[in-house]
């Protein structure tokens, strides 16, 4: 099975501190997603990743950069958090163009900036 | 760009009984699929059933089965013969089939769905 692992489950932080958020994938999939899940809102996708070093912005990449240096690691920062990106995020992969069209994902982080 | 709309912020159902969740879409392509995904509350995300909207056949999943009406841009999930275990988030989400999946899954705001005991 497809395991996609997020290295914290809570995370709480201050107000401009940098944030730091792991995920990893061990199905040498080509494709990583990190999306923000708010109630009412749904998911939204803050950034993507086709390939190793390559990032794409998402609906919302404010506030966000991503680092993509391994296949399998995809990383979230948060320059400065603020209150405002507390939230559940999620991230997820799939594999390239031709395979398993759905998403696998992790368990989630939620993050509490105070 | 591509918007998933599900109308019902929560639904509630009693146990053994039918359930149908809705979803509306809109796009201008004609090649894409769609999934529903469920969520309980140990947060991990799980794909229900998906459809390909070059089949006309509506898609099955033992208890769970879709009614795709791709004119009205539809995408309805039924549960039957409901459980306890299925109280959870439900998504609704929609995928390109262009691009091959780099640019992940638009998803609705999801529903809440109550078993009642």
């Known amino acids: 099975d497809v395991k996609v692992t997020q290295s914290s489950r809570y995370l709480v932080k201050r107000t401009g501190e940098k944030v730091f958020l792991e995920c990893v994938q061990d199905?040498?999939?080509?494709?990583m997603f990190w999306y923000r899940q708010d109630p009412g809102l749904g998911l939204r996708l803050i950034y993507f990743s086709y390939d190793v070093k390559m990032k794409e912005k998402g609906d919302i990449p404010e506030g966000y950069s991503v680092s993509r240096e391994k296949k399998e690691r995809f990383s979230l920062i948060l320059e400065s958090a603020s209150t405002n990106q507390t939230s559940m995020y999620l991230c997820?992969?799939?594999?390239?163009?031709?395979?398993?069209?759905?998403?696998?994902f992790g368990s989630g982080t939620q993050l509490s900036v105070l | 760009a591509q918007t998933v709309t599900q109308s019902q912020p929560e639904m509630s159902v009693q146990e053994a009984e039918t359930v149908t969740l809705s979803c509306t879409y809109d796009?201008?392509?004609?090649?894409?699929?769609l999934f529903w995904y469920k969520q309980p509350p140990s947060r991990q995300m799980i794909l229900v059933i998906r459809?390909?909207?070059?089949?006309?056949q509506n898609a099955t999943e033992n208890r769970f089965s879709v009614n795709f009406q791709k004119a009205a841009k539809s995408f309805s999930l039924k549960i039957s013969d409901s459980q306890l275990g299925d109280a959870a988030m439900y998504f609704c989400?929609?995928?390109?089939?262009?691009?091959?999946?780099?640019?992940?899954?638009?998803f609705g705001k999801g529903t809440h769905l109550i078993i009642q005991p």
């Open positions: 199905m040498d999939h080509e494709n």
């Open positions: 997820a992969s799939s594999p390239g163009p031709g395979l398993d069209e759905k998403l696998f």
């Open positions: 989400a929609y995928r390109s089939r262009t691009g091959g999946g780099a640019d992940g899954l638009t």
């Open positions: 459809q390909e909207a070059y089949k006309q």
């Open positions: 796009t201008s392509e004609s090649d894409y699929y």
